[in-house]
């Protein structure tokens, strides 16, 4: 596994580098050392739990999703602290999602993305890859929280990702 | 500091602490496991978030510079928040915690 110097994953070597530079007092060259051993450890070691497939993301699209999701958090907090707070009782449901998105990444994105967003938290994906379990603080019909979560979120990943 | 830094701080500070609030007050009041989950991922997120908005106002205004560290507690806390929320909804449903009884549909056995 040490074998060899190299980085399997250059973009995730990068980021740690550089996030290494930012928790660090101001770049030194002690923080350069430490931040490149670690940018070459961390990837070998995790390189198992990483999807063999490499990811075509255009990443340009990126920070308009990024965007869209800050925004949704800041509505979703609203309207959960408004449920919170109002004397009725919330109607709960699990639903499940059939999933489109296929790649192992694309799907942990979404999944992280409706647990943020709007009254639901994903709970699981099945053995399968195929369809996700949602769970709903609010939910008026199953169809509507489904249609919802296409038409905001999996759409625009699933240009993302092709 | 400029008087308009100081009420930006405090409005956010008030904000975040107000939406922490809400999110403990949800821990307590709703009904079962799982609706406590939304507590903690939403209401949460956005006071913490707008707890560090005003320590970066704050950092910045005094003249140390503008804390990208904080920046960087935010991005992990919006990581890390999903994943926790997924794994204790996974624990649940292994274990077998009960619904409230008007949930709709039912979790999975697998």
Redesign the interface.
């Known amino acids: 596994m040490f074998d060899r110097l190299s980085f399997p994953q250059p973009w995730l070597s990068l980021i740690l580098f550089l996030i290494w530079q930012i928790l660090s007092d101001g770049v030194s060259g002690g923080s350069v050392v430490l931040g490149l051993i670690l940018a070459w450890l961390i990837p070998q070691v995790t390189h198992g739990f990483w999807p063999e497939r490499p990811a075509f993301v255009k990443v340009w699209r990126m920070p308009a999703y990024i965007l869209r999701v800050l925004k949704d958090i800041v509505i979703a907090s609203f309207s959960v602290a408004w449920l919170i707070l109002s004397p009725r009782n919330p109607r709960p449901a699990f639903i499940s999602y059939p999933l489109q998105l296929d790649h192992p990444l694309a799907i942990s994105i979404l999944a992280s993305t409706i647990s943020l967003t709007p009254g639901t938290v994903s709970a699981d994906v099945s053995d399968d890859n195929k369809t996700l379990l949602i769970h709903a603080l609010d939910a008026t019909s199953d169809q509507e929280v489904i249609d919802a979560i296409y038409n905001s979120y999996e759409k625009p990943l699933m240009e993302m990702f092709q | 500091m400029s008087p308009l830094a100081e009420y930006a701080i405090s409005a956010l500070l008030i904000f975040g602490g107000a939406?922490t609030l809400?999110?403990a007050?949800?821990l307590a009041?709703?009904?079962?496991f799982?609706?406590r989950?939304?507590?903690p991922?939403?209401?949460t997120?956005?006071g913490v978030g707008a707890i560090m908005l005003s320590s970066v106002i704050y950092f910045s205004a005094i003249g140390e510079g503008i804390g990208?560290?904080e920046v960087?507690i935010t991005v992990f806390l919006?990581?890390t928040?999903?994943?926790s929320?997924?794994m204790l909804?996974?624990a649940a449903?292994h274990i077998g915690v009960k619904?409230?009884e008007?949930?709709?549909?039912?979790?999975?056995e697998?």
């Open positions: 939406f809400v999110g007050i949800g009041r709703l009904p079962d799982y609706t989950l939304h507590g991922t939403k209401a997120t956005v990208i560290s960087l919006l990581m928040a999903p994943v929320a997924n909804a996974k449903m619904t409230v008007d949930t709709e549909g039912k979790p999975w697998q």
